[in-house]
C-alpha cells in the first residue's frame, strides 16, 4: 500500500507540469480498485504486472480543451504534450519516494475509456503502475549523446 502522502505528493506534481497556454488539458484517473486494474491489464494487452501495482494512473489528454486556444496543432499534439510531462513529473516524484513506475503505451483505448466511462473528449495516453519494485533491474542503454544531439551554430 502506498501512503497517503505520497499518493497526495503525485498528485500535486501533476499540475505543476508545464501546460501550452496555461490550458491544462490533461486529466487523471487514480485507480486503486482491484477489479478495474484487472480490466486494464487485460485492456493493456494482457500485461498483468499493472494488475500488481497497488497504484494505476491512466493519463488522459483533453483534446477539446487544448483546441481552444491553438486549433488543429493544440488537438493533435499540445494536449498529448501536457499529459506526457505531467506524467514525467509524476514519475520523477514516485522515484523520488521509493516507488517504480512504467509508462504503458500499448492499450486499446476504446476499452479503457469503458473500464472508467472516460468522456469522449479525453484520450487516454498511458497506463501507469504505480509500486514498491520486487527488484531493482540494471538501467536501460541510451544511444549517445552524438547520435540524438545537432548542435547548430
Same mark, same amino acid.
Given at each position: +500500500?502506498?501512503?497517503? =502522502?505520497?499518493?497526495?505528493?503525485?498528485?500535486? #506534481?501533476?499540475?505543476?507540469?508545464?501546460?501550452?497556454? %496555461?490550458?491544462?488539458?490533461?486529466?487523471?484517473?487514480?485507480?486503486?480498485?482491484?477489479? +478495474?486494474?484487472?480490466?486494464?491489464?487485460?485492456?493493456?494487452?494482457?500485461?498483468?504486472?499493472?494488475?500488481?501495482?497497488?497504484?494505476?494512473?491512466?493519463?488522459?489528454?483533453?483534446?477539446?480543451?487544448?483546441?481552444? =486556444? $491553438? #486549433?488543429?496543432?493544440?488537438? @493533435?499534439? $499540445?494536449?498529448?504534450?501536457?499529459?506526457?510531462? #505531467?506524467?514525467?513529473? +509524476?514519475?520523477?516524484?514516485? $522515484? @523520488?519516494?521509493?516507488?517504480?513506475?512504467?509508462?504503458?503505451?500499448?492499450? @486499446?483505448?476504446?476499452?479503457?475509456?469503458?473500464?472508467? #466511462?472516460?468522456?469522449?473528449?479525453?484520450?487516454?495516453?498511458?497506463?501507469? !503502475?504505480?509500486? $514498491?519494485?520486487?527488484? %531493482?533491474?540494471? !538501467? !536501460?542503454?541510451? =544511444?549517445?549523446?552524438? @547520435? +540524438?544531439?545537432?548542435?547548430?551554430?
Amino acid at each position: +500500500m502506498i501512503p497517503l =502522502k505520497i499518493i497526495e505528493d503525485l498528485k500535486e #506534481s501533476i499540475i505543476w507540469a508545464p501546460s501550452a497556454g %496555461n490550458l491544462q488539458s490533461r486529466k487523471f484517473y487514480f485507480v486503486t480498485n482491484g477489479e +478495474m486494474r484487472f480490466d486494464l491489464a487485460k485492456a493493456a494487452l494482457d500485461q498483468q504486472f499493472i494488475v500488481e501495482a497497488p497504484l494505476v494512473v491512466v493519463a488522459c489528454a483533453d483534446l477539446e480543451a487544448s483546441s481552444v =486556444k $491553438y #486549433s488543429g496543432r493544440g488537438k @493533435e499534439l $499540445y494536449g498529448i504534450v501536457d499529459t506526457a510531462l #505531467s506524467v514525467q513529473n +509524476m514519475m520523477l516524484t514516485a $522515484y @523520488e519516494a521509493g516507488l517504480g513506475t512504467c509508462w504503458v503505451g500499448g492499450f @486499446e483505448e476504446f476499452k479503457v475509456k469503458e473500464i472508467l #466511462s472516460i468522456p469522449e473528449n479525453l484520450r487516454p495516453i498511458a497506463i501507469v !503502475p504505480v509500486g $514498491y519494485p520486487a527488484e %531493482n533491474p540494471d !538501467p !536501460p542503454t541510451r =544511444k549517445e549523446v552524438h @547520435e +540524438m544531439i545537432e548542435d547548430v551554430p
